[in-house]
Nanobody
């Protein structure tokens, strides 16, 4: 079992950058795949980016490709999401999620993940 704590959210102007962190407690961090989702008020939870255990395969939502970078530090039990050129419409609560092993072809579906953090608010002002 793993517990997740996100941090790094805040208020930033459009075009600015933030780096989110997801610190995981528990054993066998390297055996988990991690994904960032986001949810704006009144909207469904949306896939942002995923990093797989094992081969480290990375996926991004089309809307963030070229601007966001996901990474993991297995020595620090932490997953990061570097977000550049942020847009006002990306204002949301950002969640870190984890699953033991590979998430499979439905890596972008929230139901795949067993563990969730409490979320961190990202607000992008125009």
């Amino acid at each position: 079992q793993v517990q997740l704590v996100e941090s790094g959210g805040g208020l930033v102007q459009a075009g600015g950058s933030l780096r989110l962190s997801c610190a995981a407690s528990g054993r066998s961090f390297s055996m988990y795949s991690f994904t960032w989702f986001r949810q704006a008020p009144g909207e469904e939870r949306e896939f942002v980016s995923s990093i797989r255990t094992g081969d480290g395969q990375i996926y991004y939502a089309d809307s963030v490709k070229g601007r966001f970078t996901i990474s993991r530090d297995n020595a620090k039990n932490t997953v990061y999401l570097q977000m550049n050129s942020l847009k006002p419409e990306e204002t949301a609560v950002y969640y870190c999620a984890a699953v033991l092993g590979e998430p499979g072809r439905n890596y972008f579906r929230a139901y795949v993940y067993d563990y969730w953090g409490q979320g961190t608010q990202v607000t992008v002002s125009s």
